[in-house]
C-alpha cells in the first residue's frame, strides 16, 4: 500500500500474471480460512479475490447481508481509497489489502465506534511487530510508521467506513515494495525496514488475530477506551504525542502546536503557542519536530 499523496487503503497498478512475479506468491486461501475462520471466534469468512477495485466497497456493499467477522482480501485493488477520497498504487502482491465488518450492535454505544479505527491500528502495529520484527509507531489517526534509514516513513494505513448497522474497516500494508516501486520518498515497507518475515500469510494471520483480541476486549468494556486499555496502548504507539506538528483542518484552517494527548472520544489535543488546547476531530497532521 503506497500513497499517491497521503492516506489511507491501499490499492494496485496494472494486473499482473498470477505466477509473474515468483518472490510474490499468492495467498493460500484455504490455508487462511482453516487457520482464522473457527468454532466461536471472531472470522465467519475470509474470501480472497485476485483483483478488486477497492475490498471496503465491496465489502460495505454486501454488509447488510453478511454476518460480524467477514473477512474480504485482495491480491490487488484498481481503485483503493484513503482518507478524503485519496488513491494509492501499489504492485500485485506487494502488500497486504484487506478489509473486515464489524457490528458492535447494542454491545457498544455508536458515540464509541469511533474509536474501531484507532483500535485498527493498535491491532495492526502490534500484529505487524510480532510477526514482522520490526519498531512500528502510529501517526495520528491512521497511519502505521516503520523506520527505513533512520527516517519514519509510512507504511500502513486504515479506512473506516460506517455501514447500516457497523462499520467496514480496510486496511493496507506495504509488505515488499522496493525503493524504486515507492511514488514519494515518505512511503515505505517492512522489506524497506528490514524485516525478518515478508511473507504476507503469516502477517495476515498475526493482524487478524491481534484485531480479534483487541475488539473482544474494547465490546466486552462496553466499547470504553479506558477500561479497554485501548487509549493507554493507542498512546503508548502514537509517535504523533510529544511532536510539534501542523493539523490541516476541514475548511481550509490550519493548527500548529504540540500534539500531547488522545482524549476519550480519540482526538488529538494540541496545545497552541497561546497556550490553548484544542481537540481535532478530522484532518491532516503533519509530524515537524519532536519536543520531548
Not at 182 to 190: F, N
Request: one cysteine or more; glycine letters at 12%; proline letters at 5%.
Amino acid at each position: 500500500m503506497t500513497p499517491s499523496d497521503a492516506s489511507g487503503e491501499a490499492s494496485s497498478g496494472a494486473s499482473a500474471n498470477r505466477w509473474s512475479d515468483l518472490d510474490r506468491p499468492p495467498l493460500n486461501t484455504a490455508a487462511l480460512q482453516r487457520s482464522l475462520v473457527t468454532d466461536g471466534g471472531l472470522w465467519t469468512s475470509l474470501e480472497v479475490v485476485p483483483a478488486t477495485g477497492s475490498t471496503n466497497t465491496d465489502l460495505a456493499a454486501r454488509a447488510g447481508e453478511l454476518p460480524e467477522g467477514a473477512v474480504l482480501v485482495a491480491e490487488e485493488q484498481t481503485a483503493g481509497r484513503g482518507r478524503l477520497d485519496r488513491s494509492w498504487v501499489a504492485p500485485a502482491r506487494s502488500g497486504l489489502f484487506f478489509s473486515v465488518l464489524f457490528k458492535p450492535g447494542g454491545a457498544v454505544p455508536q458515540e464509541q465506534w469511533g474509536w474501531l479505527t484507532l483500535l485498527a491500528g493498535v491491532a495492526t502495529a502490534a500484529g505487524v511487530s510480532r510477526a514482522a520484527g520490526v519498531d512500528t509507531a502510529l501517526k495520528w489517526p491512521n497511519d502505521l510508521l516503520v523506520t527505513v534509514d533512520g527516517q519514519e516513513r509510512k507504511a500502513g494505513g486504515i479506512l473506516a467506513e460506517r455501514v447500516a448497522d457497523g462499520i467496514v474497516i480496510g486496511i493496507g500494508l506495504n509488505v515488499s515494495l522496493t525503493e524504486q516501486e515507492l511514488p514519494v520518498p515518505e512511503a515505505g515497507s517492512l522489506l524497506l525496514a528490514e524485516a525478518a518475515v515478508t511473507d504476507r500469510e503469516p502477517l495476515l494471520k498475526a493482524v487478524l488475530r491481534s484485531l480479534e483480541q483487541w475488539y473482544g476486549t474494547w465490546r466486552a468494556a462496553g466499547g470504553d477506551p479506558a477500561a479497554s486499555g485501548l487509549q493507554e496502548a493507542y498512546a503508548a504507539e502514537c509517535a504523533t504525542l510529544g511532536r510539534h506538528v501542523r493539523a490541516e483542518l476541514p475548511g481550509g484552517r490550519t493548527l500548529t502546536g504540540t500534539a500531547e494527548a488522545v482524549d476519550a472520544d480519540g482526538r488529538l489535543v494540541v496545545r497552541t503557542a497561546e497556550d490553548a488546547h484544542e481537540a481535532v476531530g478530522a484532518g491532516d497532521v503533519v509530524h515537524l519536530r519532536s519536543v520531548r
